[in-house]
């Protein structure tokens, strides 16, 4: 006999599927912006954020419902990001497309120059060593924690703050330094 309170096992995974389709809704703009860092490209991040949300729906029963479902979505766009880049080395080299030819567009000066500082920017963290950039993309692009980013990676903290903390060290060593947020 149920207690007063306990769901039936029918409105439990109706409970839990609701809580999962919530924070997924919730996760897909991070999701984007590092599908975005990671391809650099609008649609490939279209295509790679849908087949992230195709795999955690087809997978959601490897999910457990008390730990956040970002760093699980993060970890999926990674290792489909990885498995497309073995499948296909072509787009290893393809420019940001938001940092592409603008020239016939009227842009004030401060303007461009934002934009030639985000060209520049956005070059040299794509010749980060990859775990380096990974971890630097899930926090500042990606928005997640440390803790998070640990998860997503499968590596433990100390490991993700090393690669950050080498990451920025290297960005700061160009003469025009990269600012990044702090996320801890």
């Known amino acids: 006999m149920r207690q007063a309170g306990e769901l039936s096992p029918a409105a439990f995974q109706e409970a839990l599927m609701a809580k999962f389709k919530a924070e997924l809704e919730a996760a897909l703009p991070a999701i984007w912006r590092y599908a975005y860092a990671l391809t650099r490209d609008h649609a490939r991040a279209d295509d790679l954020v849908q087949d992230c949300v195709e795999r955690a729906l087809n997978k959601r ?8 479902l970002r760093p699980w979505l993060a970890k999926i766009a990674l290792n489909l990001f990885r498995n497309g880049l073995h499948r296909d080395r072509a787009h290893l080299h393809l ?13 004030s000066e401060t303007h461009m120059d934002a934009r030639l500082d985000a060209r520049r920017t956005l070059a040299r963290v794509a010749q980060l060593p990859e775990e380096q950039r990974h971890a630097l993309l899930l ?46």
Not at 61 to 68: I, K
Not at 95 to 107: F, K, M, N, W
């Open 139 to 184: 926090v500042t692009v990606g928005g997640l924690s440390y803790a998070e980013t640990a998860e997503a990676l499968g590596v433990p903290i100390g490991t993700v703050m090393s690669r950050i903390a080498r990451a920025r060290h290297r960005l700061k060593q160009d003469p025009q330094p990269v600012q990044l947020r702090s996320v801890t």
């Open 95 to 107: 420019a940001y497309d938001e940092a592409g030819d603008t020239s016939d567009l009227p842009v």
């Open 61 to 68: 029963h490897l999910w457990s419902a008390d730990r956040p």
